[in-house]
């Protein structure tokens, strides 16, 4: 700590906070109500630093050099194109008077790393990154003695999905201390990453090295070994990996949330995998280890999803409506679930209750390519060409960013094998579409009639409890087998 208005923090509340660093992420949960006192501390300590940062840099740097003060008051007022030049002109200052006052240095570099120290723990990690990339910025020479800062920016880019910069930062701190107090953690999420990144050789490495560390970690040894096994699903790997997961189902210790997790990816890999046996027992199977997953963990959303997705595999609507619906109550934000719902509604002939459904999952996740080919498909079957074509465009322009899987957090599931060739189909539809609408005539009051609202109309319609409440009736209302057979993608 530095600076005098610190003293608005007492001396036992500095002892309080005094050692916390990133080493406590994942191990001090400020959330708890439990740690409430020092969350008030953390919190206010955050304001004094802040506060003190501010006050040090206009006292005792900028007026310090003739001509600063007037660089940061123009800065206020002056053009804001270049306000850029401006700040980095007083960056240059501040790092200037540092290499001249080193004690300086010290005391406002450490700061800064406290602050994203501190951010860190909060959960807050685009502050927390802030404020780590100030302290590299005013110190690029020695950092590399701070393995505690390395660790936070590293697990502040993880956060941020920024997987490139946390792979960068977890490798170096390796390198520079392979003993490091939470080295456990860091090869964890390198193989959590890797894995994302198709590295699958490097990423069985570093989540076997995980194991190997006898410090406390913020995972269990069990959830190392589920992610090991979702490595060999990942990489088709499929005998393999229902052995390491039944291998965890037997463990005496294993925690229903992980348990839910395991009879989760069991059951869908039951309802992909061909090799797994016959359909009909396979997706018995599934059925059984979804329902299993859901009995262990009721509020998981995303088991409830891929039952009703096995439901409407084998035709049964009914009962894949009211696993849609109870998912969707238990996680509205899943562009899978309304996807899935969209499609259900097509297959029943229902396109108004289909576009709302597929609004809903575009809305929620605007990269969504089976959501927005599916609503193409609704349009162009109702003979909107136009709107089938701006569907189709924002489909293909999410191919190079699509994946062989849906990423949930930390956990994978592999997509339909149907939906992953969609592109060449894509494409194909995209130019006849082309050719169609360049030999359209141009609208009329005489036009038909449109079956629909226009993908800007349905754009700006709320999403409302309309939509639940039809689906609920259409739950009660539907027959419980179903034999027609649509082609849509993705469901």
Excluded at 259 to 275: F, P
Aim: with cysteine; hydrophobic share 35%; proline share 2%.
């Amino acid at each position: 700590m530095f600076m005098g208005k610190m003293n608005r923090i007492s001396f036992e509340e500095i002892s309080m906070i005094r050692d916390l660093d990133s080493r406590y992420f994942g191990c001090l949960d400020l959330a708890d109500p439990k740690n409430l006192e020092i969350k008030a501390i953390v919190q206010k300590t955050i304001t004094t630093i802040q506060d003190d940062i501010a006050y040090y840099i206009t006292k005792n740097i900028i007026v310090a050099n003739d001509g600063s003060a007037g660089v940061l008051k123009n800065n206020s007022t002056g053009n804001t194109g270049n306000e850029d030049n401006k700040l980095h002109d007083i960056e240059t200052k501040i790092i200037s008077f540092f290499e001249e006052e080193t004690l300086a240095r010290d005391q406002f570099t450490n700061a800064l790393c406290k602050l994203g120290h501190l951010h860190l723990l909060l959960g807050e990690y685009s502050e927390a990154l802030s404020a780590y990339q100030k302290y590299l910025r005013f110190n690029q020479n020695n950092y590399w003695t701070n393995h505690e800062f390395i660790y936070g920016i590293g697990i502040a880019y993880f956060k941020l999905r920024c997987f490139k910069w946390a792979i960068k930062s977890f490798q170096e701190l390796l390198y520079l201390n392979p003993n490091f107090t939470c080295a456990n953690d860091v090869h964890l999420r390198l193989g959590f990453m890797l894995k994302h990144c198709g590295e699958y050789h490097i990423a069985l490495k570093h989540l076997q090295l995980a194991l190997l560390y006898t410090n406390p970690s913020t995972y269990s040894e069990l959830h190392v070994k589920f992610q090991i096994a979702h490595l060999y699903e990942v990489q088709n790997k499929h005998k393999a990996a229902k052995k390491a997961y039944e291998f965890l189902l037997n463990e005496k210790n294993i925690s229903l949330k992980l348990k839910a997790d395991v009879y989760r990816q069991l059951g869908w890999m039951y309802h992909c995998v061909e090799c797994l046996g016959e359909k009909k027992e396979r997706e018995s199977s599934a059925l059984i280890f979804l329902q299993k997953s859901i009995d262990a963990d009721p509020k998981s959303g995303q088991s409830l999803y891929l039952l009703g997705r096995c439901y409407a595999g084998i035709n049964k609507v009914h009962d894949a409506f009211l696993a849609y619906r109870n998912s969707v109550e238990k996680s509205e934000g899943n562009a899978d679930t309304w996807c899935s719902i969209g499609v259900l509604y097509q297959q029943q002939n229902q396109p108004t209750d289909a576009l709302q459904a597929y609004i809903c999952a575009v809305q929620l996740d605007k990269d969504h390519k089976e959501a927005w080919t599916n609503l193409g498909i609704l349009y162009e079957s109702c003979g909107q060409l136009r709107d089938a074509y701006a569907c189709y465009l924002n489909a293909t322009k999410q191919v190079s960013c699509q994946k062989t899987t849906i990423h949930r957090k930390e956990e994978t599931i592999p997509m339909n094998k149907d939906a992953i060739g969609l592109t060449k189909g894509l494409s194909q539809r995209i130019k006849f579409l082309e050719i169609q609408l360049g030999q359209a005539p141009l609208p009329s009051i005489t036009s038909k009639r449109r079956q629909l609202c226009s993908i800007e109309e349905a754009w700006n319609l709320p999403i409302s409890l309309e939509m639940n409440s039809r689906q609920q009736q259409t739950a009660q209302m539907l027959p419980r087998q179903v034999t027609k057979n649509i082609h849509i993608q993705g469901h």
